[in-house]
């Protein structure tokens, strides 16, 4: 049974946040209001108990946190959610410091251009050339990538467009409640909207299109459910079955699986989007589990030697 304040959240989110995804317009409503106060800044909290630093990559400021006694070489990116168009938040701030304080790792976290203002080529011309950068100073197989909703799907995308550049891929996904098929065309959205009490279809479609700059939204780019699902690391999914999401992370999972990906999916019974990042008992033990996935994946792979370069026969 949902705990108490996990119910409290989604009446508040249902009175609240659902608001700004009825339509096209109440989203650019929300967007313009969001601008106003909108601050990417670390909360003071978090900057008193970890390293932080900034740097810029084309333009856009990238946050490299660290506990104080960072272990081996690993590092995390994660790609906040906010339907492309919304900053980063305290309750991603809350995540990632704690993430990096229990895993004891360094933590990237890109301040990535937004929608209306930038789109897709914008977003990952910024994350392509982060994640290089990352390659030279890193090996690929101590690298993870975690996300949540628009997040997610920028992992996703990512990894599927180094595959293509014949890059080395990231060694591990974490992916909370993230944005799949952008088409919405499953037949189970619709019912699965009338549940969700924070998403609905005509503002999720309207976020869409603002950052696909023309791209068809059954474009792997858009939507990674349509891509090659082989390239994929060991993945572990969250997704609540209130979120509007859900269907679509059940065929991804699915066809991941089929396509061979090592992929375990989390589902919270009556959670909505993105609810690991709320501060109640479902998503302790969620972050629980995080924990664990994460872990293993670093002393996995931080254990294989590292590639040995020979030299050219003449």
């Known amino acids: 049974m949902p705990s108490l304040k996990s119910r409290l959240v989604a009446l508040v989110l249902k009175h ?21 106060t909108e601050d990417h800044r670390p909360p003071q909290a978090i900057r008193q108990r970890l390293a932080i630093e900034t740097r810029q990559v084309d333009g856009f400021p990238v946050y490299e946190v660290a506990p104080p006694a960072p272990r081996g070489e690993g590092r995390l990116v994660y790609f906040h959610g906010g339907a492309y168009c919304f900053e980063i938040t305290p309750f991603h701030w809350n995540l ?23 789109d897709i080529h914008a977003m990952f011309g910024m994350a392509m050339s982060l994640y290089r950068q990352m390659l030279q100073q890193v090996p690929a197989r101590t690298i993870l990538f975690a996300g ?66 023309g791209l068809d939204f059954a474009d792997w780019r858009i939507s990674p459910l349509y891509g090659d699902l082989s390239d994929l690391p060991p993945s572990l999914v969250f997704s609540g079955t209130r979120d509007l999401l859900y269907p679509d992370t059940r065929v991804f999972v699915d066809k991941a699986r089929g396509a061979g990906v090592d992929i375990d999916l989390v589902t919270g019974e009556k959670m909505f989007h993105v609810w690991p990042l709320i501060d109640m008992p479902e998503a302790r033990r969620a ?28």
Do not use: C
């Not at 659902?18 to 109440?26: E, L, V």
């Not at 997040?151 to 467009?161: D, H, P």
């Not at 080395?168 to 699965?192: C, F, K, R, Y």
């Open 287 to 314: 972050r629980d589990r995080m924990v664990a996935f994460l872990s293993n994946q670093l002393a996995a792979h931080q254990a294989e030697p590292a590639p040995v370069k020979t030299a050219p026969s003449s």
């Open 16 to 36: 609240t946040r659902k608001k700004s995804f009825r339509s096209a317009a109440a989203l650019h409503k929300r967007i313009a209001a969001a601008r106003e």
């Open 148 to 213: 949540d909703s628009a997040g997610g799907n920028m992992a996703l995308v990512l990894t599927m467009m180094a595959a293509r550049e014949g890059l080395p891929l990231p060694a591990a996904h974490l992916l909370i409640s993230p944005g799949l098929d952008m088409t919405m065309t499953n037949p189970q959205v619709e019912a699965a909207a009338r549940h969700d009490p924070w998403l609905d279809i005509a503002g999720g479609l309207e976020a869409v299109r603002l950052y696909a700059a």
């Open 96 to 118: 990632i410091a704690e993430l990096a304080e229990r895993l004891a790792i360094r933590i990237t976290v890109p301040i990535y251009p937004l929608a209306p203002e930038h």
